[in-house]
């Protein structure tokens, strides 16, 4: 079993082009996760069968002001500022809320209630004979990681996982990598792209988490690019060339594995060098 992360400190730097196509190209039993919960978007290529969608919720306060005596420990207890005290009166802000319970717990009157809050939902199917799970942020919520985690527990019983991470390299897409055999970084020649790709570098490396390198939008060597790779030993393992014809595919939401010569034995090849 191999779990597999395409990620990308940088968004837009073709992220979702190799996860799918990736995924697709694997001739075996493949679970796909999408985790860009904020802007899920690998089911425009995957056309998956959707056979259910669950809503997600997190744990949030209520304060009983009956009980409630001002006293303000809960406020002083939050380390993410989500309880605030304005005249002996707590006021909730839900959005910061991380559902942790700690305000409960210090309570002396037993004024605080912690009720579930929705902040989005995921959806599960199959592409074929794949099995699909992608998870969606509520507009205007702000907490992707309990999202990605309700995904990431739907998975298992497959042979391997590929994870569309979100973009970036915080607390999201920390819990996205986070026990993933092999993460593949994907990046662009560009001062951007570079900039990102070292960040991403130092998260997957105090995680732990063997990393690879995939160039897109490759048009030859871009010093410091080529540079940093050397210097870092990271493996390069594919370049995806600058192609007016990619991006025409990617446009009509169509894969490349099927419409782009030699892309399906690209990523054959990929895998089985994440998996040597
Ligand atoms: S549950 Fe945790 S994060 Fe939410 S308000 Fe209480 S202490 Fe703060
Ligand atoms: S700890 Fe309990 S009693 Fe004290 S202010 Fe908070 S909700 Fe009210």
Request: one cysteine or more; aromatic letters at 6%.
């Amino acid at each position: 079993m191999l779990w597999i992360a395409v990620a990308s400190g940088k968004g837009g730097t073709g992220k979702t082009t190799v996860a799918v196509n990736l995924a697709l190209a694997i001739e075996e039993d493949v679970q796909f996760l999408d985790c860009d919960v904020e802007g899920a978007n690998a089911h425009i290529f995957l056309r998956p069968q959707i056979n259910s969608v669950r809503p997600v919720g997190v744990l949030s306060p209520r304060i009983d002001i009956d009980r409630c005596n001002g006293c303000g420990k809960c406020a002083d207890a939050c380390r993410f500022s989500a309880l605030v005290k304005v005249k002996n009166r707590i006021k909730v802000i839900p959005n910061l809320c991380h559902g942790c319970g700690g305000c409960q717990l210090v309570c002396p009157t037993g004024a605080l209630v912690l009720e579930s809050r929705r902040v989005g939902a995921v959806s599960e199917g199959f592409a074929g004979e794949m099995a699909f799970a992608s998870g969606e942020l509520d507009v205007g919520q702000a907490l992707s990681v309990p999202i990605i985690r309700e995904l990431k527990a739907l998975a298992g019983g497959r042979d391997h996982t590929i994870i569309d991470c979100p973009p970036g390299t915080s607390c999201p897409v920390v819990e996205a990598v986070q026990g993933c055999d092999r993460c593949l970084m994907v990046t662009e020649p560009t001062p951007f792209g570079l900039h990102d790709l070292k960040i991403m570098t130092k998260v997957l490396d105090r995680m732990g988490i063997p990393a690879a390198i995939i160039i897109n939008r490759d048009r030859g060597p871009y010093r410091p690019l080529e540079e940093f790779c050397e210097r870092s030993g990271i493996p390069v393992l594919l370049r995806i060339p600058f192609d007016r014809r990619i991006a025409e595919l990617y446009s009509r939401g169509e894969v490349l594995v099927d419409n782009y010569p030699g892309f399906r034995e690209s990523m054959v090849q990929l895998f089985e060098e994440v998996r040597a």
